[in-house]
């Protein structure tokens, strides 16, 4: 059974750090990997997301990598702003089923 | 281009009553799901639908939940008779087809008393 895991659960740096958030899953079987921000009381937005085939999308200050073999994804953020607080959550699509396996997410929180 | 548009946004209302939600997803995304998401968790889904065929609805407590898409566009999810364990925010979800990329509305807030 595909588990997806994020950890820290929370996480609080200063503004204008590089950071990065972790995401790992147990079953590499997966069509594609999509990281999520969730600002509070809102839905979710969907900031990147990677096909099984890429090593790593890239919008802005955002890259997110993949690596199958070793069932982890990370999300980098470079130069952070204190606009970039919020829930980071990574999402895994599995191959045979099509079935989206959630992390329970990274609160962020960037600090003036 | 609109996004997925999700109402209300709030609704309390008193347990053992019936309470429907409404959802219209982008123009064109033939995948509609709707999840439930609790404070500090990651979003449950309840049930996916392929145009308007419900794909996977395992999840979906179906004693008390139900969910139509009609002519494969927007969508209702009904609870019917509301628990106090229901309170939760319940999120409407599209995409262009099964794999591809979700993109969410703002969500309605349940609060069961």
């Known amino acids: 059974k595909q588990e997806v895991t994020q950890i820290p659960a929370a996480l609080s740096v200063p503004e204008g750090e590089n950071l990065v958030l972790n995401c790992s899953f147990t079953d590499s079987a997966i069509y594609n990997l999509q990281w999520f921000r969730q600002d509070p009381g809102k839905g979710l937005t969907s900031l990147l997301l990677?096909?099984?085939s890429q090593r790593e999308q890239t919008s802005g200050r955002l890259n997110a990598s993949l690596d199958k073999s070793s069932g982890r994804s990370t999300l980098y953020i470079a130069a952070s702003q204190p606009g970039d607080s919020a829930t980071y959550l990574c999402a895994a699509l599995m191959d045979s089923n099509y079935q989206l396996i959630w992390g329970a997410g990274t609160k962020l929180i960037i600090k003036p | 281009e609109a996004g997925v548009v999700q109402s209300p946004r709030y609704k309390i209302i008193e347990k053992k009553q019936p309470v429907a939600f409404w959802c219209n997803p982008i123009s064109g995304h033939n995948t509609l799901y709707w999840y439930r998401q609790n404070l500090g968790q990651g979003p449950e889904l309840l049930i996916r639908y392929e145009n308007e065929e419900a794909v996977d609805d395992s999840q979906l407590p179906k004693d008390r939940f139900s969910a139509e898409r009609l002519k494969g566009v927007d969508s209702t999810l009904k609870i019917q008779p509301a628990e106090l364990g229901d309170s939760a925010v319940y999120l409407c979800a599209s995409s262009p087809w099964g794999p591809g990329e979700l993109f969410f509305g703002e969500g309605s807030r349940l609060t069961v008393l």
């Open positions: 990677i096909q099984s």
